[in-house]
């Protein structure tokens, strides 16, 4: 659910790969990725086709789960701004593969031809905002040491697909200075390598409708997850919806009752002391908090997902310009 690109990018690349690995396998020599050929040959399609599809069911099957886990970022930040960031980290993460190959043969003398196919490069990307910017919660300990968090399976999985080839060590480094680039706000190379907005509003008339999922229902039963992990955090979710939930409901009740906006900073006491500090929790004399400036930027990233221009403001002056903890709530709301 509002994750059309992420079901997009799990769908069409894994069907490709299957059939290419049990019914066409003569048409594989198209989609390797083969860096003599572009060097020599020319050949600036393999850049396209040899990074798009892999040939390695190992491969398909790793990096579809990793894009199914990190489909929290096109609900959080929008399916633009999530395609930008991969067509950005893409691109990067290309000339990178031929920076580090080049490297590698002056310094160790190794001679490398081919590197793994297939959209390897920005799914190592997504590691950067998800180390970055997810929090990381303990669920359990084994052997009363090594802490067992909600991020260790999708480190597991970014362990084993790095572990599945003898080169792909390449396209994992490429992969990670292409997201730390891609974030970084000293290159603003984000604000180079992006969407455009007309080609987003194409996409989203034409192939939005294809891919997207209905929203779930109260109806759909919690804990069916594959795993106690999946299960315990489908619990904490639920738990943490109904809290909010809740509380939209009192201040509503009190808007009708009283008049005016909803107090949307009531809703998030405690989030002015993640980034202040010195910030002393007591009230005025009239009651009224501090101003906070917003970043019209991140209004406008707000309002590309299709929330309103007040609720945004509000949203961002509660949140202390935190995009992340606003963005989740109004999603829940």
């Known amino acids: ?87 950005g980290t893409w691109m990067l993460s290309a000339l990178f593969d031929l920076l580090l190959v080049e490297i590698t043969q002056y310094i160790f003398g190794i001679t490398i031809n081919s590197l793994p196919s297939g959209f390897l490069g920005p799914v190592f990307a997504l590691f ?48 990670l200075i292409s997201g730390i680039c891609y974030n970084s706000s000293i290159l603003k190379v984000h604000q180079i390598l992006c969407v455009p907005r007309w080609v987003a509003k194409i996409f989203s008339w034409t192939l939005e409708p294809v891919f997207s999922s209905a929203e779930p229902t109260n109806e759909v039963r919690v804990g069916m997850g594959a795993t106690v992990d999946i299960q315990r955090q489908q619990r904490m979710e639920l738990l ?3 809290i909010m939930m809740s509380q939209v409901a009192q201040m509503r009740r009190q808007r009708q009752q009283q008049g005016g906006m909803i107090n949307w900073n009531r809703l998030f006491p405690p989030l002015r002391h993640r980034h202040n500090a010195n910030y002393q929790d007591h009230p005025s004399e009239q009651g009224i908090p501090p101003p906070t400036e917003v970043s019209e930027e991140q209004v406008a990233r707000l309002m590309e997902m299709g929330f309103s221009r007040g609720d945004a403001l509000e949203a961002l002056r509660a949140s202390n310009n935190d995009l992340n903890v606003a963005t989740n709530f109004l999603l829940q709301h």
């Open 1 to 87: 659910d509002k994750a059309p690109l992420s079901k997009s990018l799990l769908l069409v690349p894994s069907a490709i790969s299957i059939l290419l690995t049990l019914l066409f396998q003569h048409y594989q020599k198209f989609f390797a990725y083969n860096l003599q050929a572009v060097k020599e040959d020319f050949q600036i399609w393999r850049l396209v086709c040899g990074r798009t599809i892999c040939l390695d069911l190992k491969d398909t099957f790793c990096s579809s789960l990793l894009i199914y886990n990190f489909r929290i970022f096109e609900r959080r930040y929008g399916s633009r701004k999530f395609s930008s960031f991969l067509l």
């Open 128 to 175: 950067v905002p998800f180390y970055s910017s997810i929090p990381r919660v303990q669920v359990t300990q084994v052997l009363g040491h090594f802490s067992i968090t909600n991020k260790s399976l999708v480190y597991i999985l970014g362990l084993q697909l790095l572990t599945s080839g003898s080169y792909i060590w390449i396209l994992a480094l490429s992969g």
């Open 240 to 242: 943490d919806r109904q």
